[in-house]
């Protein structure tokens, strides 16, 4: 009877796992609505008028959300070691604990229970604020659609080359700021904006990225040139992640193509194909 109502508890919480889909789905619908009303209360309880009119609904409700997080929290840990890599009864539980779905979940939670034991008597409104965290549980609760693998799995596939795009843009960040500090730091007007290397890389990324401020901007000759050149490398650069993730959809798309139209004549199920097989036919 236990290992079958744990059975049934982590199937009702888990979209992923084929059960009564009925009540899963009915539970991660109301879960989904929940977390959508708290962020909304959130962004109302911010207006003092509504604040100051509705208080005691915007505390009740955060507490029934809480409760109802709380036990569904719980209950994902107490059910967790079902699964195989969570096995052990102690181990398992502790180890589901800290991955990634679970500190979600524990976000959703933890700022209420830092205000209720920390909060008494000072004002944590920030700590309050933590409660925005919530809206962390959509993904959570939707890391299992389609849609969701596979903007996943893009990422999880093209891992090294955003990486490496990434250090690459550090390179150029660093490498801009550097010019520019040595351009600029002389100059009578500017010398105090440019003050500093780790002062000019402000500078540097709102540049490179395209936002333009206006707050730092170079007066001397050679660093508006040199500027306009960091400015056409910085365009060039920023689009490679963009080109990056794009080949990476597109890749992605043409693959679940392929799937759907080559299935197992026996089972039905999707054939995974591997360029070769699929030039070879």
């Not at 309880?45 to 005691?56: G, I, N, P, R």
């Not at 040199?226 to 060039?236: E, H, N, P, Q, Y």
Request: hydrophobic share 50%.
């Amino acid at each position: 009877m236990y290992k079958v109502t744990k059975k049934k508890v982590h199937g009702l919480l888990h979209p992923e796992i084929v059960g009564d889909k009925h009540w899963d789905k009915i539970i991660n619908i109301f879960i989904i609505v929940l977390i959508i009303l708290n962020v909304i209360a959130v962004i109302l309880e911010t207006v003092q008028a509504l604040h100051d009119q509705y208080s005691d609904f915007f505390y009740y409700f955060d507490l029934i959300s809480v409760i109802i997080f709380t036990i569904e929290y719980l209950l994902r840990v107490w059910s967790s070691n079902h699964e195989e890599k969570y096995k052990h009864s102690f181990w398992g539980r502790l180890k589901y604990m800290f991955s990634a779905g679970a500190l979600i979940d524990l976000l959703a939670i933890l700022p209420f229970f830092l205000h209720l034991f920390f909060g008494l008597g000072i004002d944590l409104r920030e700590i309050r604020m933590l409660r925005l965290l919530r809206v962390l549980r959509l993904f959570r609760l939707t890391a299992y659609t389609d849609s969701a693998h596979m903007i996943a799995n893009v990422f999880k596939k093209r891992a090294k080359e955003l990486a490496i795009s990434f250090v690459l843009a550090i390179f150029l960040i660093i490498i801009a700021s550097c010019i520019m500090y040595f351009a600029e730091h002389r100059h009578p007007e500017n010398g105090e904006k440019f003050s500093s290397i780790p002062a000019t890389l402000w500078w540097a990324v709102v540049t490179l990225t395209t936002t333009g401020y206006g707050d730092m901007y170079p007066m001397t000759a050679i660093g508006k040139l040199m500027s306009g050149m960091i400015m056409l490398t910085g365009v060039a650069f920023f689009a490679i992640p963009a080109g990056i993730l794009s080949a990476g959809f597109m890749e992605e798309f043409r693959k679940r193509r392929v799937n759907k139209t080559h299935r197992c004549p026996h089972c039905g199920e999707s054939i995974e194909m591997d360029d070769t097989h699929q030039e070879n036919h």
